[in-house]
Protein backbone atom coordinates (compact mmCIF):
# COMPACT_ATOMS: atom_id res chain seq x y z
CA UNK A 1 0.00 0.00 0.00
CA UNK A 2 2.10 3.18 1.15
CA UNK A 3 5.64 2.86 1.67
CA UNK A 4 8.16 5.71 2.43
CA UNK A 5 12.00 5.66 1.05
CA UNK A 6 14.31 7.10 2.91
CA UNK A 7 12.51 10.33 2.86
CA UNK A 8 14.29 13.42 4.25
CA UNK A 9 12.77 17.53 4.23
CA UNK A 10 14.50 20.83 5.16
CA UNK A 11 13.31 24.05 5.66
CA UNK A 12 16.25 26.41 5.38
CA UNK A 13 18.76 25.12 7.40
CA UNK A 14 16.20 23.05 10.22
CA UNK A 15 16.40 19.49 8.74
CA UNK A 16 12.88 18.15 10.06
CA UNK A 17 12.78 14.32 8.63
CA UNK A 18 15.94 12.46 8.09
CA UNK A 19 15.81 9.30 5.90
CA UNK A 20 12.28 7.99 7.38
CA UNK A 21 11.49 4.50 5.96
CA UNK A 22 7.87 2.95 7.14
CA UNK A 23 5.40 0.73 5.57
CA UNK A 24 1.30 0.80 5.57
CA UNK A 25 -0.03 -2.67 4.85
CA UNK A 26 -3.49 -2.51 3.03
CA UNK A 27 -6.72 -2.26 5.23
CA UNK A 28 -3.89 -2.14 8.41
CA UNK A 29 -4.06 1.22 10.81
CA UNK A 30 -1.40 2.80 11.79
CA UNK A 31 -0.70 5.92 13.96
CA UNK A 32 2.41 7.98 14.31
CA UNK A 33 3.39 9.22 17.70
CA UNK A 34 5.54 11.70 18.71
CA UNK A 35 6.84 15.42 20.07
CA UNK A 36 5.55 18.27 19.19
CA UNK A 37 7.02 19.89 16.10
CA UNK A 38 8.92 16.14 15.42
CA UNK A 39 7.48 17.02 11.30
CA UNK A 40 4.15 14.46 11.64
CA UNK A 41 2.41 17.01 9.57
CA UNK A 42 5.61 17.62 7.39
CA UNK A 43 5.08 14.19 6.90
CA UNK A 44 1.84 14.37 5.53
CA UNK A 45 2.59 17.21 3.47
CA UNK A 46 5.05 15.17 1.60
CA UNK A 47 2.50 12.23 1.28
CA UNK A 48 0.04 14.17 0.11
CA UNK A 49 2.05 16.01 -2.70
CA UNK A 50 1.65 19.40 -1.11
CA UNK A 51 5.76 19.55 -0.37
CA UNK A 52 8.53 17.59 -2.29
CA UNK A 53 10.64 15.79 -0.49
CA UNK A 54 14.77 16.96 -0.37
CA UNK A 55 15.61 13.07 -0.47
CA UNK A 56 13.52 10.01 -0.91
CA UNK A 57 10.67 8.49 -2.53
CA UNK A 58 7.16 7.71 -1.52
CA UNK A 59 4.76 4.75 -3.36
CA UNK A 60 1.30 4.07 -3.13
CA UNK A 61 0.51 0.62 -4.83
CA UNK A 62 3.72 0.07 -5.95
CA UNK A 63 3.17 3.83 -7.74
CA UNK A 64 5.56 6.53 -7.41
CA UNK A 65 3.26 9.42 -5.94
CA UNK A 66 6.22 11.80 -4.80
CA UNK A 67 4.93 14.97 -5.30
CA UNK A 68 1.73 14.09 -7.05
CA UNK A 69 -1.36 15.52 -5.77
CA UNK A 70 -5.10 13.87 -5.46
CA UNK A 71 -4.16 10.04 -4.53
CA UNK A 72 -4.93 9.95 -0.50
CA UNK A 73 -8.23 11.61 1.32
CA UNK A 74 -7.23 13.60 4.26
CA UNK A 75 -8.79 14.64 7.42
CA UNK A 76 -7.32 17.67 9.20
CA UNK A 77 -7.69 18.53 12.72
CA UNK A 78 -10.42 20.53 12.08
CA UNK A 79 -13.20 19.44 10.45
CA UNK A 80 -13.33 22.55 7.56
CA UNK A 81 -16.93 21.93 6.46
CA UNK A 82 -17.96 24.11 3.88
CA UNK A 83 -20.56 26.60 5.78
CA UNK A 84 -22.56 27.44 2.54
CA UNK A 85 -23.25 23.68 1.50
CA UNK A 86 -25.22 20.94 3.62
CA UNK A 87 -24.14 18.25 5.30
CA UNK A 88 -24.64 15.95 2.19
CA UNK A 89 -22.74 18.42 -0.01
CA UNK A 90 -20.03 18.46 2.34
CA UNK A 91 -19.71 14.40 2.15
CA UNK A 92 -20.05 14.52 -1.60
CA UNK A 93 -17.18 17.06 -2.28
CA UNK A 94 -14.38 14.50 -2.93
CA UNK A 95 -16.20 12.53 -4.99
CA UNK A 96 -17.46 15.34 -6.91
CA UNK A 97 -13.80 16.05 -7.48
CA UNK A 98 -14.04 13.09 -9.42
CA UNK A 99 -16.37 13.44 -11.64
CA UNK A 100 -18.77 11.13 -9.84
CA UNK A 101 -21.43 11.12 -6.61
CA UNK A 102 -22.90 8.04 -4.57
CA UNK A 103 -26.01 9.21 -2.74
CA UNK A 104 -27.27 6.52 -2.20
CA UNK A 105 -23.95 5.27 -0.16
CA UNK A 106 -23.07 8.69 1.62
CA UNK A 107 -26.87 8.91 2.72
CA UNK A 108 -26.14 5.17 4.37
CA UNK A 109 -22.96 6.61 5.57
CA UNK A 110 -24.70 9.43 7.15
CA UNK A 111 -27.79 7.28 9.04
CA UNK A 112 -24.84 4.90 10.16
CA UNK A 113 -23.16 7.62 12.15
CA UNK A 114 -26.37 8.71 13.34
CA UNK A 115 -26.80 12.00 11.25
CA UNK A 116 -29.67 11.00 8.93
CA UNK A 117 -31.85 13.49 10.84
CA UNK A 118 -29.42 16.41 9.31
CA UNK A 119 -28.05 15.91 5.93
CA UNK A 120 -30.30 18.85 4.79
CA UNK A 121 -28.75 21.07 7.94
CA UNK A 122 -25.78 23.16 7.60
CA UNK A 123 -22.54 23.01 9.48
CA UNK A 124 -23.44 25.65 12.20
CA UNK A 125 -25.96 23.78 13.16
CA UNK A 126 -24.13 20.72 14.47
CA UNK A 127 -22.00 19.85 17.75
CA UNK A 128 -18.42 19.08 17.67
CA UNK A 129 -18.64 15.85 17.74
CA UNK A 130 -20.99 15.87 14.50
CA UNK A 131 -18.87 17.91 12.55
CA UNK A 132 -15.93 15.50 13.23
CA UNK A 133 -17.80 12.42 11.93
CA UNK A 134 -19.49 14.13 8.98
CA UNK A 135 -15.88 15.13 7.85
CA UNK A 136 -14.50 11.52 8.11
CA UNK A 137 -16.96 10.58 6.53
CA UNK A 138 -16.50 12.82 3.34
CA UNK A 139 -12.81 11.46 3.80
CA UNK A 140 -14.04 7.73 3.48
CA UNK A 141 -16.54 8.53 0.86
CA UNK A 142 -13.51 9.94 -1.48
CA UNK A 143 -12.11 7.03 -3.92
CA UNK A 144 -8.38 6.94 -2.65
CA UNK A 145 -7.86 3.93 -0.81
CA UNK A 146 -5.76 5.82 1.68
CA UNK A 147 -6.50 8.04 4.57
CA UNK A 148 -4.60 10.58 6.23
CA UNK A 149 -6.24 12.06 9.24
CA UNK A 150 -4.35 14.70 11.62
CA UNK A 151 -5.27 14.61 15.01
CA UNK A 152 -8.88 14.62 14.56
CA UNK A 153 -10.13 14.53 17.67
CA UNK A 154 -7.53 16.96 19.26
CA UNK A 155 -10.07 19.39 19.66
CA UNK A 156 -12.64 16.94 21.64
CA UNK A 157 -13.64 16.87 25.32
CA UNK A 158 -12.64 13.66 26.91
CA UNK A 159 -16.12 12.10 26.32
CA UNK A 160 -16.48 13.04 22.83
CA UNK A 161 -13.29 11.63 21.96
CA UNK A 162 -13.55 8.53 23.49
CA UNK A 163 -17.16 7.97 21.91
CA UNK A 164 -15.58 8.75 18.55
CA UNK A 165 -12.74 6.50 18.57
CA UNK A 166 -15.21 3.91 18.94
CA UNK A 167 -17.18 4.83 16.15
CA UNK A 168 -14.15 5.48 14.14
CA UNK A 169 -13.14 1.93 14.71
CA UNK A 170 -16.26 0.50 14.39
CA UNK A 171 -16.71 1.81 10.58
CA UNK A 172 -13.07 1.33 9.63
CA UNK A 173 -13.25 -2.23 10.43
CA UNK A 174 -16.34 -2.34 8.03
CA UNK A 175 -14.76 -0.85 5.23
CA UNK A 176 -11.19 -1.63 5.84
CA UNK A 177 -9.35 1.51 4.15
CA UNK A 178 -5.38 2.11 5.13
CA UNK A 179 -5.57 4.68 7.98
CA UNK A 180 -1.93 6.34 8.89
CA UNK A 181 -2.74 8.45 12.09
CA UNK A 182 -1.07 11.23 13.60
CA UNK A 183 -1.85 11.47 17.42
CA UNK A 184 -0.39 13.01 20.48
CA UNK A 185 -2.52 10.74 22.47
CA UNK A 186 -0.63 7.52 23.73
CA UNK A 187 -3.58 6.05 25.13
CA UNK A 188 -5.77 6.85 21.53
CA UNK A 189 -2.87 5.52 19.70
CA UNK A 190 -2.76 1.89 21.54
CA UNK A 191 -6.42 1.64 21.46
CA UNK A 192 -7.03 2.43 17.55
CA UNK A 193 -3.43 1.16 15.82
CA UNK A 194 -2.22 -2.29 14.79
CA UNK A 195 0.99 -0.35 14.44
CA UNK A 196 2.62 2.48 16.10
CA UNK A 197 5.77 4.65 14.80
CA UNK A 198 6.86 6.46 17.21
CA UNK A 199 9.59 9.69 15.94
CA UNK A 200 12.22 11.07 18.11
CA UNK A 201 12.81 14.86 17.66
CA UNK A 202 14.10 17.10 14.95
CA UNK A 203 15.32 16.03 12.91
CA UNK A 204 12.89 13.18 12.95
CA UNK A 205 13.68 9.65 12.99
CA UNK A 206 11.86 6.69 13.42
CA UNK A 207 12.97 5.68 16.97
CA UNK A 208 10.64 2.49 17.07
CA UNK A 209 8.03 0.28 15.55
CA UNK A 210 5.20 -1.39 17.88
CA UNK A 211 2.98 -4.02 16.88
CA UNK A 212 -0.05 -3.47 18.94
CA UNK A 213 -1.20 -6.84 20.64
CA UNK A 214 -4.98 -6.12 20.98
CA UNK A 215 -7.00 -8.08 19.23
CA UNK A 216 -10.10 -6.84 17.26
CA UNK A 217 -12.51 -5.85 17.95
CA UNK A 218 -11.59 -3.45 21.28
CA UNK A 219 -13.71 -1.79 23.38
CA UNK A 220 -12.87 1.00 26.26
CA UNK A 221 -12.28 -1.60 28.90
CA UNK A 222 -9.18 -2.49 27.24
CA UNK A 223 -7.98 0.92 28.27
CA UNK A 224 -8.15 0.10 32.19
CA UNK A 225 -6.36 -3.49 31.82
CA UNK A 226 -3.09 -3.84 33.21
CA UNK A 227 -1.90 -4.82 29.49
CA UNK A 228 -2.82 -1.39 28.29
CA UNK A 229 -1.16 0.26 30.74
CA UNK A 230 2.02 -1.99 30.43
CA UNK A 231 2.00 -0.98 26.56
CA UNK A 232 1.41 2.86 27.64
CA UNK A 233 4.68 2.64 30.10
CA UNK A 234 6.89 1.24 27.35
CA UNK A 235 5.52 3.78 24.80
CA UNK A 236 6.55 6.93 27.21
CA UNK A 237 9.49 5.26 28.24
CA UNK A 238 10.42 5.18 24.33
CA UNK A 239 9.43 8.29 23.72
CA UNK A 240 11.39 10.31 26.93
CA UNK A 241 14.70 8.66 26.14
Avoid: C
Avoid at 21 to 30: D, I, K, P, T, Y
Avoid at 208 to 214: A, D, L, R, S, T
Wanted: net charge negative; no cysteine.
Amino acid sequence: MLELRHVSKSFGQKQVLQKISLHVANGEFVSVIGPSGSGKSTMFSLIGGLLEPDAGEIYLSGENITNKRGFISYMPQQASLFPWRTIMENVLVGQELQGKKDYERAKTMLERAGLGDVIHAYPHELSGGMKQRVAFIRALLSPQSLMLLDEPFSALDEFTRTDMQKWLLSIWEDDEQSILFITHNIDEALFLSDKIIILSVNPAEIKEVIEVPFKRPRDEELLLSEEFLQWKRRIMEVIQF
